[in-house]
């Protein structure tokens, strides 16, 4: 089956350390997000990519970084400059252009510093 | 900035009962306005979407009511059923494919 997958479902990170999170799509989608939930507040866009070895900030991009050197890989990195990085993480797909499709979203990462 | 407004943020109904959750968009660009529900510890799924040349759109139970002049949209559950109990999102889709949510609404439906 096609799909998102988000890897780990959940994931510690102690002060000052950098972790990763995975989010990996066989839809063969173009356009790959990533956002942040928090309670009370939706989801905020972090970064979003329609292009291999292309990405672009969201409204939040503060403190983290991502890669697109494969179209079905978005790894979304939370640096130590991200001073509060507990939330629960989404990753999305979609196909880039025209047709009104929505997203199809991968289960989530839960991080919680430690 | 919230550029989709969406109320309420809670909302109980009895089960059989119409649920409605109420968005206000801003910017006139949005041009694909889908909802999305949320069960909790998953991510979101893709519930029924509309496009503004459009004033309804019915699937099921579900039904988008969509006013291009007064800059808003809605969704009506009819006969809530408790496995309705979700997280709901609207959202609006502007340039890039990028899409803007709504705060998020929790609806209870109790039997």
């Known amino acids: 089956d096609g799909g998102i997958t988000q890897s780990p479902k959940y994931l510690f990170r102690k002060e000052g350390q950098n972790v990763t999170l995975s989010c990996e799509q066989n839809?063969?989608?173009?356009?790959m997000y990533w956002y942040r939930q928090d309670p009370g507040q939706g989801l905020r866009l972090i970064y979003y990519s329609q292009i291999v070895n292309d990405f672009q900030k969201g409204d939040i991009a503060e403190g983290y970084s991502v890669s697109r050197e494969k179209k079905e890989s978005f790894p979304l990195t939370v640096t130590s400059a991200q001073k509060n990085p507990t939330a629960f993480y989404l990753c999305?797909?979609?196909?880039?252009?025209?047709?009104?499709?929505?997203?199809?979203f991968g289960s989530g990462t839960r991080l919680t510093v430690v | 900035q919230q550029q989709v407004k969406q109320s309420p943020q809670s909302l109980i109904v009895q089960k059989g009962g119409i649920s409605i959750i109420n968005c206000a968009y801003e910017n006139t660009a949005f041009d694909y306005f889908p909802w999305y529900q949320q069960f909790p510890g998953k991510g979101p799924a893709l519930l029924i979407a509309?496009?503004?040349?459009?004033s309804e759109k019915k699937e099921g139970r579900f039904t988008i009511s969509f006013n291009k002049s007064a800059k808003q949209f809605s969704l009506h559950i009819m006969d809530s059923q408790p496995g309705d109990s979700a997280t709901y999102f609207c959202a609006a889709r502007g340039g890039y494919q990028k899409v803007t949510f709504g705060i998020g609404t929790k609806l209870q439906v109790i039997p």
């Open positions: 999305a797909s979609s196909i880039a252009t025209g047709a009104n499709y929505g997203y199809t």
């Open positions: 839809l063969n989608h173009d356009a």
């Open positions: 509309i496009r503004p040349d459009v």
